[in-house]
C-alpha cells in the first residue's frame, strides 16, 4: 500500500505540470494582458495630456518600438511560451510566485493576506456541515418514509437547487436591504479598528451569518443523502439483523455497529476539505463583497494579472490534487478492507 | 423500437412518485409555454381586426404603421393602435398579448425613471429592470434561452461522454490510461475560470458558449459511462454475444449501450440544472450570453446593483427556484423509479 501511495504522489507531478501549461498557454494567447493595458493607458494621457491637439500616430499608437520591447521583456513575453513556462516553474520551485501585473505586489503576499479569510469560511462551513449532517441523517435513515423524514428532504432539495450565491442575494435583499437585520455584505464594520475584542467578536460573526448559510446551504445535501443512504444500507445488512435478532435494542444496534459502518464513506470525502477550505466560491465571495482567494483568482483573470491567476491556480490545484490521495488514505484508514495496490 | 415491460414498470414506478410526477407535468408545461412564448408575451399583436381586413403579426414579418392608416413606415406600435381603435370607436379593435411588452423594448416614460415597480394598470405585472424593460417578458424569454441552453448542452456533452466513455470501457488498454490521465488533469482545471478567460477574448454567442462549456465539461458524464460500461463488459451476455461473432460496434449499441440507458438516464435532471446554473452564473458575472439577450443572470446582477429594486431580485429569485426544484424533484424521482434501493425498516 505504502508503494502505492509513493506512486499516486508522483503522480501529481505529470498531472500539476499539465494543468499549469495549459492555463499558461491559454493566458498567453487571450489578448488584452499587461502591455495592451499599459498602452491603453498611455493613449488615455496622452489623449488627455494633449488635448485635441495629438497627432494621429499617437492616437494609434503612444508607445515606441523600444518601450514595447522594453515592456515585453519586463513581462516575459519576449520568448517563446515554452522557456517562459519553464522560468515560471522555475521559480515556482523556489517558493517565488512572481510580481502582479496589476498592483505591482508580490503574488505569495497578496494570496497569504487573503488565506485566513478563506480559511475562516471553510473550517465554519465544515465544521457545521459535519455537525448538521450526520445527526440529520441518521435521524432521516432511522424515521425513513416519516412526515419529518419527508418534510426535510423537500427542504435540503431546495437548498440543493439553488446555487448558495442566489440564496446570498435573495438574503440580502430580504435581511439586509428590507428588514435591516444584517449588514449588506464585507466581512467587517467600518469602524472595526476601534472596536474593543467582544465587540470584534460580534461584529465579525454578525458580518458572516449570511455569507455561511449562503455557503451552508449546497453542502447540506450531498452530505445529509450520503449519511442517510449508506446508513439505510446497513440497517438492512445481515449483522445488523443478527445483533437485533440476539436482543439488543434497537438503539444499540443502529449506533453500536451500523453507524460506525456508516461512517466510511463521510470518511471518503474528508481528504477534500483541504482544498475547500481555501478556494472558497467567488461567486458568494462575489456577492458579498468578502475579499477571499476566489474573489481574488476571479478578479484576476478579469484583469488579466496572470502571475495573479497562475498562483491561485497552482496553489489550489495542488491542494486538490493533495486531498484526493489524503482522501484515498482516510478510506484506507478507516476501513481495513480497502487494499490500494 | 419497443418498450420493453421492465421499461413500462419504470414508468409506472416514475408515475406513482407524485411529487417528482407533478414537478415534470409543471416543468414539461412551462417549457411549451415558452416555446409559444410569442402567444403570451409580445409587444406584437394576436389580432388586428381594421377595415374588415383581419391580421395575425405575431409571426412574420413586421407590418409598418401605414398598413393601419398612421404615418410612419417602422413596426406599428400596436400598444398605441389599440388606444386608438378604442377612442375612434370606428369597429377595428385589436388582441394584445397578457403581456404586451417585448424583452428588447425599453417602455421610457417621461415622468417616471425606471426600475418601475409592479403595475397592473402599466400591464408591467412584475415592474421593469433598470433600462426600463419589462421583468416578465425578460424571465419568460430568459427561461427559454436557458432551457434550450441547457438541453443543447446536455446532449452535446452526452454525446461527446458516451462515446469517449464507452471507448474507454470497452477497449481499455493504454487508450484508457492515456485518457485517464487527460481527464485528470483537465477536471482539476476551473471551470468557470477557463469559461471566463475565453469568452473574455470574444464575446460568445449561444452556440460558441455551448462548445466551450462542452470542452471543458466532458469529463463526468465520461467517467460515469466508463464505469458502467467497464463492468457490463464484464458480464456473461457480451461473451456470448462475442461467441456469436458479433463485431465491437455491434456489442457497443446493440447490447451494451441499452444496458447502461438506466443509469444515464438519472443523470439527466441534474446535467439540466447544471446547464441552468452555469449559463446564469456567467451572465451574472456578464461572461456569458451578450447583451440585450434576455438572461435570468443579467437580472440577478441588476437585482444585486439595485437593492431597492426590489421586484427584480424577487421575480427572477422566485422563478429560479421554482424551475430548480422543480428539476431537482424530476431528477429524484427518475433516480428512485429507475435505480431503486429496497430498504429494510425496523418497526
Redesign the interface.
Given at each position: 500500500m505504502t508503494a502505492y501511495f509513493i506512486r499516486r504522489f508522483l503522480l501529481i507531478v505529470p498531472t500539476f505540470l499539465g494543468i499549469t501549461i495549459l492555463i499558461f498557454v491559454i493566458t498567453r494567447f487571450v489578448p488584452g494582458g499587461p502591455i495592451e493595458r499599459i498602452i491603453a493607458q498611455a493613449q488615455q494621457q496622452a489623449l488627455e495630456g494633449g488635448g485635441t491637439a495629438v497627432s494621429e500616430t499617437v492616437q494609434r499608437q503612444p508607445l515606441s518600438d523600444d518601450q514595447i520591447d522594453l515592456l515585453k521583456k519586463y513581462y516575459g513575453f519576449d520568448k517563446p511560451v515554452l522557456v517562459s513556462y519553464v522560468t515560471w516553474l522555475g521559480k515556482l520551485v523556489r517558493g517565488d510566485l512572481g510580481i502582479s501585473t496589476r498592483y505591482y505586489d508580490p503574488v505569495w503576499e497578496m494570496i497569504r493576506e487573503r488565506i485566513p479569510i478563506s480559511l475562516y469560511f471553510g473550517l465554519l462551513t465544515l465544521i457545521a456541515t459535519y455537525g448538521v449532517c450526520i445527526p440529520l441523517g441518521i435521524a432521516k435513515a432511522i424515521r425513513h418514509k416519516s412526515a419529518f423524514d419527508d418534510a426535510s428532504s423537500v427542504l435540503v432539495f431546495v437548498g440543493y437547487a439553488i446555487p448558495g450565491w442566489v440564496a446570498g442575494i435573495l438574503m440580502i435583499l430580504v435581511f439586509s436591504s428590507h428588514w435591516e437585520l444584517f449588514p449588506l455584505g464585507e466581512l467587517v464594520g467600518e469602524n472595526f479598528e476601534t472596536m474593543s475584542l467582544w465587540e470584534k467578536a460580534l461584529d465579525l460573526a454578525w458580518h458572516s451569518m449570511l455569507p455561511l448559510m449562503a455557503y451552508l446551504i449546497g453542502a447540506f445535501s450531498f452530505m445529509t443523502f450520503l449519511m442517510k443512504n449508506t446508513l439505510m444500507d446497513n440497517l438492512a445488512a445481515d449483522y445488523v439483523r443478527t445483533a437485533m435478532a440476539k436482543g439488543l435494542t434497537f438503539r444499540r444496534a443502529v449506533f453500536g455497529h451500523a453507524l460506525r459502518n456508516s461512517l466510511i464513506p463521510i470518511a471518503t470525502t474528508f481528504g477534500n476539505n483541504i482544498s475547500v477550505i481555501l478556494s472558497g466560491s467567488f461567486l458568494v465571495e462575489k456577492v458579498f463583497n468578502i475579499d477571499g482567494m476566489g474573489l481574488l483568482g476571479y478578479e484576476s483573470v478579469v484583469e488579466r494579472d496572470y502571475p495573479v491567476v497562475m498562483g491561485v491556480l497552482a496553489i489550489s490545484s495542488m491542494l486538490f490534487l493533495v486531498g484526493n490521495i489524503l482522501s484515498d488514505m482516510c478510506v484506507a484508514a478507516v476501513d481495513p478492507r480497502v487494499k490500494f495496490e | 423500437m419497443s418498450i420493453s415491460s421492465l421499461t413500462i414498470k419504470k414508468l409506472k414506478r416514475f408515475h406513482a412518485i407524485k411529487?417528482g410526477y407533478y414537478a415534470f407535468v409543471l416543468l414539461v408545461a412551462m417549457i411549451l409555454a415558452s416555446l409559444g412564448a410569442e402567444l403570451l408575451v409580445s409587444n406584437r399583436a394576436l389580432i388586428v381586426h381594421y377595415q374588415d381586413n383581419w391580421y395575425f403579426p405575431t409571426y412574420g414579418d413586421i407590418i409598418p404603421g401605414k398598413a393601419f392608416g398612421l404615418d410612419y413606415d417602422y413596426e406599428t406600435n400596436y400598444r398605441d393602435l389599440a388606444d386608438q381603435f378604442q377612442s375612434q370607436n370606428a369597429g377595428s379593435w385589436v388582441l394584445m398579448p397578457p403581456v404586451p411588452y417585448s424583452p428588447f423594448e425599453n417602455d421610457l416614460r417621461p415622468d417616471i425613471l425606471p426600475p418601475e415597480p409592479p403595475s397592473t394598470q402599466r400591464r408591467h405585472y412584475l415592474g421593469t429592470d433598470t433600462s426600463g424593460r419589462d421583468v416578465l417578458a425578460r424571465l419568460v424569454y430568459g427561461f427559454r434561452i436557458a432551457i434550450l441552453f441547457s438541453l443543447g448542452l446536455l446532449m452535446a456533452t452526452y454525446a461527446v461522454g458516451i462515446s469517449i466513455g464507452c471507448a474507454m470501457g470497452y477497449y481499455g488498454g493504454w487508450f484508457d490510461i492515456l485518457l485517464q490521465?487527460i481527464i485528470?488533469?483537465w477536471s482539476?482545471?476551473?471551470f468557470l475560470?477557463?469559461v471566463?478567460?475565453?469568452s473574455?477574448?470574444a464575446v460568445p454567442n449561444f452556440w460558441w458558449l455551448i462548445a466551450i462549456m462542452v470542452i471543458f465539461g466532458w469529463m463526468g458524464v465520461t467517467w460515469t459511462i466508463r464505469t458502467v460500461t467497464y463492468k457490463e463488459k464484464e458480464r456473461d451476455y457480451v461473451l456470448a454475444a462475442k461467441a456469436l461473432g458479433a463485431s465491437d460496434l455491434r456489442i457497443i449499441f446493440r447490447h451494451i449501450l441499452p444496458n447502461t440507458v438506466s443509469i444515464i438516464v438519472t443523470y439527466i435532471p441534474f446535467s439540466i440544472?447544471g446547464g441552468i446554473?452555469a449559463l446564469?452564473?456567467l451572465d451574472?458575472?456578464g461572461f456569458g450570453l451578450p447583451p440585450p439577450t434576455p438572461s435570468w443572470g443579467e437580472l440577478?446582477q441588476q437585482?444585486?446593483a439595485n437593492?431597492?429594486a426590489?421586484w427584480i431580485?424577487?421575480s427572477v429569485?422566485a422563478a429560479?427556484?421554482v424551475t430548480?426544484?422543480a428539476?431537482?424533484?424530476v431528477g429524484?424521482a427518475v433516480r428512485e423509479a429507475f435505480d431503486p434501493?429496497m430498504?429494510?425498516?425496523?418497526e
Open positions: - | 411529487r490521465r485528470e488533469i482539476t482545471v476551473p475560470y477557463v471566463i478567460i475565453i473574455s477574448i440544472s446554473v446564469t452564473s451574472y458575472l440577478l437585482a444585486w437593492f431597492s426590489w431580485g424577487f429569485i429560479m427556484v430548480l426544484v428539476v431537482t424533484f429524484e434501493k430498504h429494510t425498516v425496523y
